[in-house]
């Protein structure tokens, strides 16, 4: 899990979505706002990816866990799109390198 000053709150999440710009990837798609401070993200896991709490939160932890060493400025609001074979965690991991490279 990323840490609380890490993660975005509700209104930024808000804030993100309608100003940020859009890429997509396989997995995974996301909305990045540029910005001057350390990179802060949220995940956003639908339940038409994935019907069970269980199974949303697993992917959430495994994205989370893909952010964790990502360096970079901004806000960003990631939203799983498909469930990838495993190891969910790289799967996620090489998505949002490609994207965040798109994006900067």
């Not at 019907?51 to 495994?62: Q, T």
């Not at 806000?75 to 799109?81: R, S």
């Amino acid at each position: 899990m990323l840490a609380k000053q890490r993660r975005l709150a509700a209104a930024e999440v808000r804030h993100v979505l309608a100003r940020g710009r859009s890429s997509r990837a396989m997995y995974i798609s996301l909305k990045h706002l540029p910005g001057t401070t350390s990179l802060r993200a949220a995940v956003v896991v639908s339940k038409a990816v994935a019907k069970k709490a269980v199974v949303r939160n697993r992917l959430r932890r495994a994205v989370y866990r893909a952010l964790m060493p990502v360096a970079g400025t901004g806000e960003i609001v990631v939203f799983v799109q498909k469930i990838p074979s495993p190891p969910l965690t790289e799967a996620f991991a090489a998505d949002l390198a490609t994207l965040l490279k798109k994006s900067t």
